[in-house]
């Protein structure tokens, strides 16, 4: 029998951050994940924002996590070899002069001042702007998919990645905690994300409310750099003249993949806003796994002995998990609090 501190469940995003964090505080972990099945962090443009760019409004504890999320990333990069933290300034489109004005007045907010630009620039070639952009400070962009291969190569390094499906019918209890298979663990994680949010998991845990995105692959004529363009939806320059364009929100139609409705409402979005042509080359969807009242679920499990969820994080994955799973860490080994607000438990 192998001993490890946690079994995590899930390696995206959640489940990614999360493993990191426990070995940097020392402890040993052991990962299961089905990438094959990932229908949430491998479809996600990876940005973090402490900003509610369409309503100007400040995120839920934005100040900690952005300054946990510029010490996370980078020591994930040195860790894994992997390149995948890129600070962007990201640009909202202003489209009346009201919107600018608002802009202004929060650049003279010290909550605000951090994160808003406060010079008025000419919006970039072919971009339809009649008011104007501004950028944004201290945000960026994580390159998903590469952060969550590299996390796994480290991981299958030290012989702590499994690449199946965890079988949670399987756990017995054992004297160190739990058992499966030929691993003791003192106990599992859930970071199962969507598959818990939609109910696919062989277990529950109430409070969940998913969200539908989708987004749209384009080839440009020019490429757009290094842009996020943000005017309702988002236009993000990504390599060889190609843009991604998103992200659409569905609360139902889980099952659907892709619709034809969701391209139309993102095709519509690129003809208001780019003067050029375009052209479609890929269509995908996911699932954010949000609660009903838009906090995480971290915490322990509901119903299940020695077992914690680490989920919930919707639309900001990428801003709320360095965060999260510091905190989450701190409570397993050193036992400080959680946050309240974020207990799986106020929902059961
Ligand atoms: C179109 C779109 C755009 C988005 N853009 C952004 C963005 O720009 N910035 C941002 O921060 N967020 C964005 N998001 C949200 C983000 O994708 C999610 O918040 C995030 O991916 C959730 O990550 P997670 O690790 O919790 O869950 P998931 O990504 O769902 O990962 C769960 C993993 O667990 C595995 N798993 C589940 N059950 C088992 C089991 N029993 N055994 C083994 N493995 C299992 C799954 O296969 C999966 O790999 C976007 C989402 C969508 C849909």
Redesign the pocket.
Known sequence: MRYVDYII???????SVLSYTLMKYGASVHV????A????????????NPIVLKRLKKVWMADEMIANLHEVYPDMESWTGASFFEPLPLRRVFHNPGEQNQWMELTDNPGFKPYLNDEIHPTPPNIIAQHGSAMTKATGRVHVNAMTEGVRKALVKLDAYTE???D?DLVQPHSEGISYGDIAAHSIIS?????LATGQ??HNVAGFAPV????LKVELPVSLEKECIHQGHFMLGEADNQASV??TYAWDGFDKGPTPEKRAELEEHIQKVWDSEYSVTDH??????ASKDRRPLIGPHPDKENTWVF?G???????MAPYLAQVLAEHLLYGAPLIEECLPQRFA
């Open positions: 469940v899930g390696g995206g995003i959640s489940g299961f994940d089905l990438p099945e990932n229908q949430s962090s491998r479809v996600a443009a990876g940005l973090w199946g499906r965890f949670w970071c199962e994300g969507m598959q998991a062989q539908k995105g989708e987004v998103g992200a995908l969807s996911g699932i954010r796994p989920n994080m919707g639309s900001r994955a990428v801003l």
